[in-house]
């Protein structure tokens, strides 16, 4: 059973920068591929990054290219989501998932475990 805990949310002012965390613990780090959504008040979970195994791959949501990078360290067994340029649009519970299968996953049910999600609040 693979355990997620994100960290480094918080508040921050628009045009700011936040560096989210995700340690995985309970299997092995490199054997998943991992992703990054986010949930805003009243809105749906949706898909923010994605990262395979190696790191080689990354795959992104129009609406954070260019702003937000995906990164891994599987000898630290985390998961990164860099944030730039934030938006109040950007506010949202951001929760980090790890998946099984290999191939890009955008969709909630491609991943097979979540963590519990940390508050990113953006003021204009």
């Known amino acids: 059973q693979v355990q997620l805990v994100e960290s480094g949310g918080g508040l921050v002012q628009a045009g700011g920068s936040l560096r989210l965390s995700c340690a995985a613990s309970?299997?092995?780090?490199?054997?998943?591929?991992m992703g990054w959504f986010r949930q805003a008040p009243g809105k749906e979970r949706e898909f923010v990054a994605y990262i395979n195994w190696s790191g080689t791959s990354t795959l992104y949501a129009d609406s954070v290219k260019g702003r937000f990078t995906i990164s891994r360290d599987n000898a630290k067994n985390t998961v990164y989501l860099h944030m730039n340029s934030l938006k109040p649009e950007d506010t949202a519970v951001y929760s980090c998932a790890a998946r099984r299968m290999s191939g890009a996953g955008f969709t909630l049910t491609s991943y097979d475990y979540w963590g519990q999600g940390t508050q990113v609040t953006v003021s204009s």
């Open positions: 309970g299997g092995t780090f490199s054997n998943f591929a």
